[in-house]
Nanobody, 123 residues
Framework: QVRLVESGGGLVQVGGSLRLSCAAS????????VGWFRQAPGKEREFVGG????????YYPDSVEGRFTISRDNTKNTVYLEMNSLKPEDTAVYSC????????????????WGQGTQVTVSS
């Protein structure tokens, strides 16, 4: 019953930074694992980071090369994705997802998804 809304996407130059936000506009994130995913045109959806509800565990795939950081402010019911040293290959629609299961989660384990926010990295 959690409704997720992403924001913070936009156009950025190569090497720049963006911070994406994922807010629970309905329900709360209490007890939820939250993950970030991205999908570029013609490509499959890709996991780019996840965080446990108590902030004790975070996971990043090798594909983001340590450039991304996920965090959450449970008092604001919001999860963030900080993206640094952006590359053109980072261009995609970024979505957040949540589930009451504990980490690690597979992509199809997430029950709640936002609509996504566009990130475009230009040369």
């Amino acid at each position: 019953q959690v409704r997720l809304v992403e924001s913070g996407g936009g156009l950025v130059q190569v090497g720049g930074s963006l911070r994406l936000s994922c807010a629970a506009s309905e329900g709360t994130f209490t007890g939820y694992t939250v993950g970030w995913f991205r999908q570029a045109p013609g490509k499959e959806r890709e996991f780019v980071g996840g965080i446990s509800w108590d902030r004790n565990y975070a996971y990043y795939p090798d594909s983001v090369e340590g450039r991304f950081t996920i965090s959450r402010d449970n008092t604001k019911n919001t999860v963030y994705l900080e993206m640094n040293s952006l590359k053109p290959e980072d261009t995609a629609v970024y979505s957040c997802a949540a589930d009451l299961g504990t980490m690690p989660l597979n992509e199809n384990d997430y029950h709640y998804w936002g609509q996504g926010t566009q990130v475009t990295v230009s040369s």
